[in-house]
T-cell receptor
């Protein structure tokens, strides 16, 4: 069965430092996509970054990069130069492309607090 | 692009009444819409998937007669919580997916429902 595991319920980081949020996944499908979303206290889900299972390079979007280690089935999010506005919940999600539905499988999330 | 709106953003209703939440894709055609429920400090729980013009597919344990979903057009889906009770109080989020979009799901800002 497909599963996303985020083992860090909460993380702290000092402003301007980098932080890594862990995500491991489990799927038997060779074709899948991995997503990271940010949810601030306002509740909206903000898409951050996407990694396809066949992508050769790790995805990057500004200060966000995804450390994709396929053999280990991990897709950790790295936030560089943390800012106070990065304080939020972060969710890792996966979608497999084998079926016709477009459901996302979600992790439990990691609460990140950026200290000034 | 790919903006999804939700209305209302928050609503308070009395126990026993029904509440309708709208989800609109503003600048793309949403062939599939998803409805999620989220309790405080928890992950998103998928309630149902709706495809335009067909009946919604509900996740196991979600009462279809209580949570009525209508996806009448490619830009609008509605969730009606019928005979609401205090335990239905939650944050409801919709997302929309269109054809050929690699980032798959675009989220609305959410609706906070409080049943008194």
């Amino acid at each position: 069965a497909q599963k996303i595991t985020q083992t860090q319920p909460g993380m702290f980081v000092q402003e301007k430092e980098a932080v890594t949020l862990d995500c491991t996944y489990d799927t038997s499908d060779p074709s899948y996509g991995l997503f990271w979303y940010k949810q601030p206290s306002s509740g909206e889900m903000i898409f951050l970054i996407y990694q396809g299972s066949y992508d050769q390079q790790n995805a990057t979007e500004g200060r966000y990069s995804l450390n994709f280690q396929k053999a280990r089935k991990s897709a950790n999010l790295v936030i560089s130069a943390s800012q106070l506005g990065d304080s939020a919940m972060y969710f890792c999600a996966m979608r497999d492309y084998a079926g016709n539905n477009r459901k996302l499988i979600w992790g439990l999330g990691t609460s990140l607090a950026v200290n000034p | 692009g790919a903006v999804v709106s939700q209305h209302p953003s928050w609503v308070i209703c009395k126990s026993g009444t029904s509440v309708k939440i709208e989800c609109r894709s503003l600048d793309f055609q949403a062939t599939t819409m998803f409805w999620y429920r989220q309790f405080p400090k928890q992950s998103l729980m998928l309630m149902a998937t709706s495809n335009e013009g067909s009946k919604a597919t509900y996740e196991q344990g979600v009462e279809k007669d209580k949570f009525l979903i209508n996806h009448a057009s490619l830009t609008l889906s509605t969730l009606t919580v019928t005979s609401a009770h205090p335990e239905d109080s939650s944050f409801y989020i919709c997302s929309a997916s269109g054809q050929g979009v690699s980032y798959e799901q675009y989220f609305g800002p959410g609706t906070r429902l409080t049943v008194t």
